[in-house]
């Protein structure tokens, strides 16, 4: 792929824009869950855990993981059964992810926030024909990463 074509620039136009607007909604529910005294997560599942393995785990192995089964299965599996509605392709893997993180309801309502952009992403690198498993995991990564150094 030709890293300069129109083409190659707006999809990395998209995948920045996808990164940016998670880091926005990020920052806009943390102030909403500090404003109105929201629990947004009530427990951290690596609390107790190594850096260097919540670094691994959180970067790399997590983003694939959820990838495949929150993109990658359920595209093909509402393709299997011949939903092509575009609007129920993204909604259903988004409710699947948000409400897989069960931690609270506001961290339910803000994951399904985050799954939609995911979701839109990898419907988007579908249509324009990119790896768009290879390309979300790696956007998942490159937020994840963000939300460990800047988001502690």
């Not at 359920?74 to 993204?90: D, E, M, Q």
Request: overall charge positive; hydrophobic content about 55%.
């Amino acid at each position: 792929m030709n890293l300069f074509t129109r083409k190659s620039i707006k999809f990395y136009i998209v995948f920045l824009s996808c990164l940016l607007l998670k880091i926005f909604f990020s920052y806009l529910f943390s102030y909403i869950s500090i404003l109105f005294s929201i629990d947004a997560k009530n427990s951290n599942p690596f609390e107790n855990e190594d850096k260097k393995f919540i670094f691994l785990t959180v970067v790399f192995i997590v983003p694939f993981l959820e990838t495949l089964v929150f993109q990658y299965v359920p595209y093909h599996a509402l393709r299997l059964i011949k939903v092509h509605n575009s609007l129920f392709r993204l909604l259903i893997p988004t409710l699947i992810f948000g409400l897989s993180h069960y931690y609270s309801w506001m961290y339910i309502v803000v994951m399904c926030f985050m799954g939609s952009i995911l979701n839109y992403f990898y419907l988007y690198c579908v249509d324009n024909r990119k790896s768009a498993f290879m390309w979300v995991a790696i956007l998942h990564s490159v937020y994840n990463l963000y939300q460990l150094i800047f988001m502690q």
